[in-house]
């Protein structure tokens, strides 16, 4: 038992509360062995939770276990503090560079094995002996090698700092504790310690919880990661093969309309030939008939002139050309224009639903949102270009500068009629649908304009409050004023002070449900915050109000 006990290293009996060998060793649950009264003094400051944990690996338990002493540990225990620990092999047990060496050793200097905070001395195996056998250094603090024991001097009185000073937050001797600490909130550094020990493990267990929590997200990421490569890859796959579809259908089409134009053509053709043709016959008989009659005319013989005249004075009937109407270059000018009708039809849907398309695509929810912008270079970052729709202008609006800017006329523009348009209000909506996050700014000139956004299925044509932005559940109105602003819903009106600038910047992030307005000079200013849920895509407006030449244009951001 005893050989056995030389191999053994003191650490392993050691108890991780207290530092020392284990006194009464007792065995928990997890299998960590501790003193019983220094795990039972841990656990009663845990008694308030009702839950009981290890110091070393933080399991729990519940209810507070009953403690039994470990004999087979506490026998171990006994046998290495009778027989200490043998010396290192020969070529292990000089110091380097690198290692604490022993303080008493003269010459060649041992690797210390410990150093004792009470002599504030490192010791090799050897001369670490005294302090196991001895009863005069059974009190003494044994812990790892440390070159560090001269910072546990006080330099002033040349004493063992065993006092701190929670004043200063700093260690200190007795002395320091009579004399320039007189008077502060001191303790001994032991106890200190246990109060630093217990925040370090709460810290512990903090980071610990923190690093689970943190280690959940990242696996979650990655899954989100994964979810959204697969989604694209199957998007892609799925997206390729529709255009596909498409490419294919309209070359059908294509060489569908190709095989009617070259029908019609060869029948075309072949009518005109025909009818050429029998022209032509009818040229040459009727030359022929000239010849003859030419040749009667010069007959002498009264005779045979009456007698050949009926013959040759009789005509066949004409060839019908009423059918003949010239118009070149314009026989097939109706399907150009069908298949032109087509095409600008198409990029109108490609155009309008691309928007869609987009917006879609890229919004992908994430479980680390981004905060709300706060600077204008931060809102910059979700700038959109707005263009307006003049499918749905009111006649009185001039649309210009590529559709950004519109402008309150006193003659009625000469617009197509079109199921989209505003047909009594002063009001158009953008071309774009708005999605996810995005900021656009408003640059104002006149008596007031309305700033705005809705739904796309806000009526177009009725009264004020099916209407116009702002008084129905399907529109946000901020109204600027040189005189007045307020915000509108549904409605209800909210005045507004603030507005300094004629510039409107507006936020929205759809699936939050967050549309804010500020007005923007040097510095931005919140005008009205709304919390919403939104259930469709919203649209960018404008409303001119009175006298003509007001004008609001959708600023270039980027």
């Given at each position: 038992?005893?050989?056995k ?25 997890c ?14 400051e845990?008694?308030q ?18 403690l ?18 043998q ?18 050793c ?9 150093s004792?905070?009470t ?41 063992v ?8 937050q700093?260690?200190?001797c ?53 979810a959204?490569?697969?989604s694209?890859?199957?998007?892609v796959?799925?997206?390729?093969k ?31 030939k025909?009818?050429q ?5 009818e ?5 022929r008939?000239d ?23 009789q ?70 270009e ?12 001039l ?53 705005a ?5 806000i ?56 549309l ?5 000079s040097?510095?931005?200013?919140l ?5 919403t ?26």
């Amino acid at each position: 038992m005893a050989q056995k006990g030389d191999q053994l290293d003191q650490e392993t009996f050691s108890c991780s509360i207290c530092l020392d060998l284990l006194k009464d060793p007792v065995t928990i649950p997890c299998g960590h062995s501790y003193c019983m009264n220094c795990i039972k003094g841990f656990w009663d400051e845990e008694d308030q939770k009702k839950i009981y944990s290890c110091p070393q690996c933080r399991q729990t338990f519940t209810p507070r276990p009953v403690l039994a002493k470990n004999t087979m540990l506490a026998d171990l225990v006994e046998e290495l503090k009778k027989t200490g620990l043998q010396a290192a092999p020969a070529d292990h047990c000089y110091a380097g560079p690198e290692d604490v060496a022993c303080d008493v050793c003269t010459g060649r200097k041992l690797k210390a094995l410990k150093s004792c905070l009470t002599c504030l001395m490192s010791y090799c195996e050897k001369h670490l002996q005294f302090h196991y056998e001895s009863p005069r250094f059974k009190k003494h603090k044994l812990v790892d090698p440390s070159e560090k024991l001269q910072e546990n001097i006080c330099s002033r009185h040349d004493e063992v700092m065993k006092m701190f000073c929670r004043t200063d937050q700093q260690s200190i001797c007795y002395l320091c504790s009579v004399d320039e600490h007189k008077g502060h909130d001191t303790v001994s550094a032991a106890t200190e310690r246990t109060e630093k020990w217990r925040e370090l493990m709460l810290n512990q267990q903090q980071i610990q919880q923190r690093i689970q929590d943190r280690e959940k997200d990242v696996k979650l990421l990655q899954q989100e990661v994964e979810a959204v490569n697969r989604s694209a890859d199957k998007a892609v796959e799925d997206s390729e093969k529709i255009f596909t579809e498409l490419i294919r259908l309209i070359q059908k089409r294509s060489s569908d309309v190709k095989q009617q134009i070259r029908s019609q053509q060869e029948t075309e053709v072949s009518r005109v030939k025909e009818l050429q043709e029998k022209l032509e016959q009818e040229i040459t008989e009727l030359k022929r008939k000239d010849a003859e009659l030419k040749q009667l005319s010069h007959t002498e013989d009264h005779t045979q002139f009456l007698l050949n005249y009926p013959s040759l004075s009789q005509l066949s009937e004409p060839t019908d050309s009423s059918s003949i109407n010239i118009r070149p270059l314009r026989y097939f000018e109706d399907v150009t224009a069908a298949v032109s009708e087509l095409r600008d039809q198409l990029q109108d849907i490609l155009r309008e639903k691309w928007t869609n398309i987009s917006l879609t695509g890229t919004e992908v929810d994430i479980l680390l949102s981004e905060p709300e912008p706060k600077t204008r270079d931060e809102f910059l970052k979700y700038s959109r270009e707005i263009t307006l729709d003049p499918n749905t202008a009111n006649t009185w609006l001039l649309l210009s500068e590529g559709n950004r800017k519109a402008e309150l006329m006193r003659q009625q523009q000469s617009y197509s009629s079109h199921p989209d348009r505003f047909a009594n209000w002063r009001q158009v909506l953008s071309r774009e649908s708005l999605t996810g996050r995005c900021y656009w700014e408003v640059e104002w000139r006149g008596e007031a304009v309305r700033v705005a956004v809705a739904y796309k299925d806000i009526s177009r044509a009725g009264g004020l409050y099916e209407c116009v932005f702002g008084y129905n559940d399907k529109s946000w109105m901020l109204y600027c004023g040189t005189k007045s602003c307020e915000f509108l819903f549904n409605n209800i009106s909210t005045s507004i002070s603030g507005l300094q600038s004629s510039r409107v910047g507006v936020y929205l992030d759809h699936s939050e449900g967050i549309l804010s307005f500020y007005s923007v000079s040097d510095t931005m200013t919140l005008l009205h915050r709304v919390q919403t849920t939104f259930t469709q895509p919203l649209y960018a407006g404008l409303m001119l109000c009175y006298p003509y030449g007001v004008t609001a244009e959708f600023c270039k951001l980027k």
